[in-house]
Every structure is written in C-alpha cells, then in structure tokens.
C-alpha cells in the first residue's frame, strides 16, 4: 500500500491507465480504521496497486478525486480504478477484503 499526498501524483497514476485501489482514510474515525484493516488484509492476500490517501493530510487530494469522477466524498471510501475512470466504489463497512476481490475479479473481465 503506498501514500499518495499530492494530485499531481494522483493525476499521473490516473493518467497512466493502470488498474488500481485508492482508499481515503480518517486517522481519527474507528470506522475508517476497520477500513483500513480490511484493505491490508485484501493486499496481504496478493494484491497490488494499492494507494491511499489520509484525509487529514491530503484534504485538496480528496476532494479533486470527488470533483473529478463525481463521487461524492466519504472516509473511510474505497475506489477501484480501471482505463483512468472510476469502476466501482463503497464505504464505511462494505470496504471488506472480500468486496475488493469481487470487485478486482469483476472488473477484471
């Protein structure tokens, strides 16, 4: 999992078309570090291209991914990027190890 902090970085990854996971993270919010837990563990199970973003830290990052791709800003959120654009989204508990790989596996076809 890497730290993305500024929208140039952002922009490049997004430019690029590689296919990849951001999660927005809360440092203060117990529900965002369930989120956060369950997002290691979907990488502790193999998986790569995982970035994020902490919300406190990065709050012009935030909201430029919601201006840019029209959704609306939540912590903890979970985004799954293919060809530049957003694929599929979830937040608070639905951001599960078992809901990232479905929607990897989805969006992989």
Known sequence: M??????????????????????????????SAAGHDEFAKFENNGNDNLYYLTVQDSRDLSNHIAEKFHVKHESPQAIL?????????????????????????????
């Open 2 to 31: 890497k730290k993305i902090d500024s929208i140039e970085q952002f922009d490049q990854l997004v430019d690029s078309g590689e296919t990849f996971f951001m999660l927005k993270h809360s440092t203060t919010c117990p529900i």
């Open 81 to 109: 990027f293919v060809n530049s654009d957003v694929a599929w989204h979830a937040s608070h508990f639905k951001i599960t190890a078992k809901s990232l790989a479905a929607a990897k596996e989805e969006n992989a076809k």
